[in-house]
């Protein structure tokens, strides 16, 4: 983006934006309007194709009408100038202001008296291939920070508000905390909240990049802006606003969009030492010319010419582009930057370590296997009775025994005179039987024999059920690892990236999921700071070091990561010490993170290469190197040259759309 001419971000900046746009457009049309008298009256133009317009005054008209496009047409890059020089930091503005100004200011001298030939044709030509860059590349600008928009209008207009039985339309700003709304199917959320009532499927895709719309019911979080889908829900209000996990994500693409990454100083910096070295080659060539004994028109053409074709437009539009519109991309696949910096290092990483619990596995206790002992009752049987009994306790191994029965559809019967035997398990009296689920302590304490446990896996927790007294089977539960796992681990390693795994479980889980997907080594029993101490012990390896965990008991060593990426599925999304958030919780999402990260730096070295590559060639030309060989650059040519390289860039940045596979796993 020109410098003096970066615009506000978010929806304000949106707005700034297209009316900067249709600025550019207008000056740009009013000004082409004007360049065709000017080229029909101007006397190199003239000669060059054999006619000849002269008439009393004609060249008075011609400088009205060129003066009009100097004020009308060059006044963002007269005042883009001024901001720039105002802040001590010469940029492009400034050499496209000299460049006008130097021509339009000889040329004048002309008209009045001054000896010499009249530049007013390649001023105007200049102004408008000038404002048709700058249009284009606002406009390629724009379409980045459209994506932003897609977000904000992600949210409805209004909500409908339940009070007293009766449903009422309210504005969405009016939404309160706690407050009960319906919405009905195929209705946007307005806000986040917990469902109370009704159950449905929810698209969440815009918001998490989860392409299957999830199952939701009585007790779980929906988030504002998803789409709901067959069922109608009564939902209570848990953010609004400023708070709600949409507004957050926004927040974040913009701050990201704002913050420059380390790439983009490399292009502020190329920018402002093309500055000087064009204004010192343009001067240069001006008292060279001269010196060699050129007449001073010649040798001000030459430096009008260089000073023209050094505008770095391509180098400002380079890096900005590339961020915006990978940061969007990124936020629309679940992946939220919130520091560029990070997010291009990611490219680095040699070495991943994992947070075992909802990372690697799913954070909840779901039932891994149910085994009847022979000859006695079936799998179904065997769960309705354990269900029974778990119906009405708060335990994880009773939820993930719930969970399991719902999900078989069973009819769960009755359980009476239920009573906990202490640290060891539950009784009750289900359909006339006595039922115990028990623990395998509780087995051996009544001289039980406990049926060998070959069958389990070291991470699951066992418990074994019995009727009237007679042991009749087990049911074993673990923390499920993710599907997604052992997929992404094996693809790490094809990276070359080595696996590391830091768990506050014990030794025998750690142990068994690290076998299970391949990690190249784990840390059981880990508390925060030990996982700090691992991370800086791989750094003084050399290692570039990624940390991916939950973002609580994780903060410390996110913070220490080279590149911190916190999972957090739903509306928690602020995970404050990460550089960069996961909405889905997939592994695959991390090695997608690296592979976009390093698309998105090649588009930025391939774009500054371009843009510098260009005044490289370009400068010499310009100042006459080649003139022995009667080759000049014009600065017209030099000016359509100089926008082509804009465009190339632009088109370059908006390529990066295609490695969009590289995010969806």
Request: hydrophobic share 50%; aromatic share 8%; charged share 20%.
């Amino acid at each position: 983006m020109a410098e003096g001419h970066d615009p506000p971000h978010g929806m304000d900046g949106h707005d700034h934006h297209a009316m900067m746009i249709a600025d550019f457009r207008k000056r740009f049309w009013i000004s082409l309007v004007l360049t065709v008298p000017v080229l029909m009256l101007s006397p190199m133009v003239q000669q060059f194709l054999g006619f000849s317009i002269v008439f009393p005054g004609s060249m008075y008209l011609l400088f009205a009408l060129s003066s009009v496009v100097y004020f009308h047409g060059g006044w963002p890059f007269l005042k883009g100038a001024f901001t720039e020089i105002h802040s001590a930091s010469p940029g492009m503005m400034t050499l496209i202001a000299v460049a006008i100004t130097v021509a339009y200011a000889y040329s004048s001298a002309v008209v009045f008296g001054l000896e010499g030939t009249l530049f007013f044709w390649e001023l105007v030509t200049l102004i408008v291939i000038m404002l048709l860059g700058h249009w284009i590349e606002m406009r390629s600008v724009l379409g980045a920070s459209k994506s932003l928009q897609l977000l904000v209008s992600l949210m409805p207009a209004e909500a409908h508000l339940l009070e007293d039985g009766q449903v009422r339309d309210i504005p969405l700003a009016e939404l309160k905390r706690g407050a009960r709304i319906l919405v009905r199917p195929g209705e946007k959320i307005p806000a986040d909240g917990v469902i109370e009532k009704g159950e449905s499927n929810v698209n969440e895709s815009m918001l998490t990049g989860e392409s299957v719309p999830v199952k939701k019911g009585k007790g779980q979080q929906v988030i504002g802006g998803a789409i709901n889908g067959n069922g109608a829900l009564e939902v209570i209000v848990e953010h609004t606003g400023k708070d709600s996990y949409l507004n957050k994500v926004i927040t974040l693409v913009e701050e990201a969009q704002k913050t420059k990454s380390k790439t983009q100083h490399l292009a502020d910096r190329a920018a402002k030492w093309l500055t000087y070295i064009a204004l010192f080659t343009g001067f240069a060539t001006l008292a060279i010319w001269l010196m060699v004994g050129k007449e001073f028109v010649f040798a001000l053409e030459r430096m009008v010419t260089v000073m023209v074709i050094s505008c770095p437009h391509a180098l400002g539009l380079a890096i900005p582009l590339v961020v915006a519109i990978s940061t969007a991309i990124s936020a629309q696949n679940g992946l939220l930057i919130r520091n560029r910096t990070a997010f291009e290092n990611s490219r680095k990483i040699t070495a991943i370590v994992f947070d075992k619990t909802g990372t690697l596995t799913t954070g909840e206790f779901g039932v891994t296997r149910i085994a009847p002992l022979p000859g006695g009752m079936n799998e179904m049987e065997l769960l309705r009775l354990a269900a029974a009994l778990e119906q009405n306790s708060e335990h994880p191994i009773a939820g993930g025994i719930m969970e399991r029965a719902k999900k078989e559809g069973l009819t769960i019967p009755a359980a009476e005179k239920f009573q906990a035997i202490t640290g060891k398990g539950v009784q009750a009296i289900v359909q006339r039987r006595e039922v115990a689920v028990v623990s395998p302590g509780y087995l051996q304490e009544k001289g039980i024999a406990v049926p060998a446990e070959g069958a389990f896996a070291a991470a699951e927790t066992v418990v074994y059920v019995m009727v009237d007294g007679k042991l009749v089977g087990s049911i074993a539960l673990a923390d499920a690892i993710r599907e997604s796992s052992a997929e992404a681990i094996a693809q790490f390693r094809k990276q070359g990236i080595k696996t590391y795994m830091a768990t506050g479980d014990n030794e025998r889980v750690a142990k068994a999921v690290s076998d299970t997907l391949g990690l190249d080594g784990y840390l059981s029993e880990a508390l925060p700071d030990m996982k700090v101490n691992l991370i800086k012990s791989f750094q003084n390896q050399g290692e570039f070091v990624a940390m991916t965990g939950d973002g609580v008991n994780d903060a410390p060593a996110l913070a220490q990561a080279d590149v911190g990426i916190a999972v957090g599925s739903g509306t928690d999304v602020a995970a404050e010490t990460a550089d960069i958030i996961l909405v889905k919780s997939d592994p695959r999402d991390i090695l997608g993170l690296i592979l976009f990260g390093k698309a998105t730096y090649r588009k930025m070295i391939q774009n500054l290469i371009w843009a510098t590559g260009y005044n490289a060639i370009a400068i010499p030309l310009a100042a006459g190197v080649l003139y022995s060989f009667d080759f000049l650059l014009s600065p017209a040519v030099g000016a359509v040259f100089m926008t082509l390289s804009t465009v190339v860039v632009a088109i370059n940045a908006q390529l990066l759309k295609r490695n969009l596979n590289l995010l969806r796993s």
